[in-house]
């Protein structure tokens, strides 16, 4: 056995390794993750804006509100989860049963009529989301709690969800696609113009149909080992105070949260901008054109997100985590700033490298992100004596999407700022520089917050041996 192996077994035991199977049943819970949060976003604009005309502030809007009612939710349910107790599990029951009707309610939100008021269109995304968000939170919340609890060893983690978000290409592909498909000719009028409602319509059908059977597959392949092996037989009750409160007394969680909070709110708040600066700036307005290249950004995202996972991942097993995220966000810096030169009418391809650049450093942000929760769940059960992985997932959300939801909020109102007018075919060159200044310039400033936070972060690869060590030492191994 040589060296390399010697090293390899010691970083990672046998007994810590998690059989394949369950790290891609765990990961394709990431097709009810994007799908469930992030497809409607991402057509919201496309269907209720740029074809049915609803004023972007009041989309934007409904957005910010969702994210608060999801914060509210998830944040319940990650405490229920964390207090079940059932022959399957504390997790895997809620995974089954919100998934399934996560995907049956996702069609659902684009049940609208044509020749309504913005009022009317307003009224109707505000409650369908308070239907929607608090199903989706009762699949989400036991996933992500799940994700911090299936391995006790620190590279091993970053395995898991360095396979999560390696499966999570292909839901960010259908993403990306879901623009373009909503044009094509099956769903064109009889003037020969696009039927953009009907196509979402038609693809959330299409998609929430493959979310009923993931969370069936999810349930099957799934296995819950700190709960066989430790929770179910001496772990107590958690009051739901502790979900916020006692969670955020944990110094190490507070820095890794204001990294993810500084990132989503700089990311969110131009979330739409690069969709507006595709169609108005390169496409010079041509909705169809904008689409297409809308699925190649996908595409080119999806092969960069690829190769941002292993060399993330490698840079962590030899740099440690936290030294992986700050090349992440140092790179992602980059990228951003070089936007400004990437969407270019006169080379629309340059739009691939743009995408995919931002895919690289975000595959890699999101891998190291999720395995430090585990980390941090570790320390806090050598200071408290208790797994609360759904209180570290409600808490991250509770307090992260607030963040993102007045990113989101504003994100609608930016774009007004900038002097867009969705009547207009053709935009104003004022208001197409202002579109190509905050797509750059907003995410950097989140960017530099998020790397100053994860320099504080303390839990390097020693220190979470020796808390490892004292666990053992305390409850014995799991």
């Not at 009022?119 to 308070?130: A, D, N």
């Amino acid at each position: 056995m040589n060296a390399a192996t010697l090293h390899l077994d010691r970083v990672t035991p046998g007994s810590d390794r998690l059989p394949m199977r369950q790290k891609i049943g765990f990961g394709l819970g990431a097709f009810l993750d994007m799908w469930g949060h992030w497809l409607y976003p991402s057509l919201a604009f496309h269907v209720f804006n740029i074809f049915l005309g609803v004023a972007p502030g009041l989309i934007s809007t409904v957005q910010m509100v969702k994210i608060f009612i999801d914060a509210a939710s998830d944040a319940i349910f990650g405490w229920i989860s964390d207090n079940t107790r059932t022959r399957y599990g504390r997790r895997r029951p809620f995974i089954l049963v919100g998934g399934v009707l996560a995907g049956i309610g996702l069609p659902l939100m684009f049940a609208v009529g044509r020749g309504w008021t913005d009022t009317q269109y307003f009224i109707f995304m505000l409650v369908s989301m308070v239907i929607y968000v608090p199903v989706m939170s009762c699949f989400n919340m036991p996933w992500v709690s799940l994700g911090s609890e299936m391995t006790p060893d620190y590279h091993e983690r970053t395995t898991v969800m360095a396979i999560r978000n390696a499966i999570q290409k292909l839901p960010e592909l259908a993403m990306f696609f879901a623009a373009q498909f909503t044009t094509l000719a099956i769903f064109h009028d009889e003037s020969g113009k696009p039927d953009i409602l009907r196509g979402a319509q038609v693809y959330t059908a299409v998609l929430g149909a493959i979310m009923v059977a993931v969370s069936i597959a999810i349930f099957l392949l799934t296995r819950e080992r700190y709960y066989e092996k430790l929770v179910s037989r001496t772990q107590t009750h958690i009051p739901f105070a502790d979900t916020l409160w006692r969670t955020l007394r944990c110094q190490p969680f507070r820095a890794v949260l204001l990294m993810a909070l500084a990132y989503g709110i700089g990311t969110a708040m131009v979330g739409a901008l690069g969709y507006y600066a595709t169609v108005y700036y390169v496409c010079k307005g041509d909705v169809t054109l904008a689409t297409q290249w809308n699925t190649a950004m996908g595409l080119a995202g999806m092969a960069f997100g690829f190769a941002g996972i292993p060399f993330f991942s490698w840079i962590a097993r030899r740099q440690g985590k936290r030294a992986a995220l700050a090349t992440v966000l140092i790179m992602a810096i980059a990228a951003f700033i070089g936007d400004w030169w990437l969407y270019d009418p006169e080379r629309p391809y340059l739009q691939l490298f743009a995408c995919g650049f931002v895919a690289f450093t975000g595959a890699g942000f999101w891998t190291l992100y999720g395995a430090t929760i585990g980390d941090v769940v570790d320390y806090d059960e050598m200071q408290t004596g208790q797994r609360r992985e759904g209180s570290f997932s409600a808490c991250q959300s509770w307090i992260t999407k607030v963040g993102i939801a007045l990113g989101v909020g504003a994100s609608g109102w930016i774009l007004q700022f900038t002097g867009f007018d969705s009547k207009q075919a053709v935009q104003t060159p004022e208001a197409i520089f202002w579109i190509r200044l905050l797509l750059s310039g907003i995410p950097v400033i989140g960017l530099v917050l998020a790397l100053i936070a994860i320099l504080r972060f303390p839990l390097t690869e020693g220190r979470m041996g020796e808390i490892r060590q004292r666990l053992e030492a305390t409850r014995g191994q799991v």
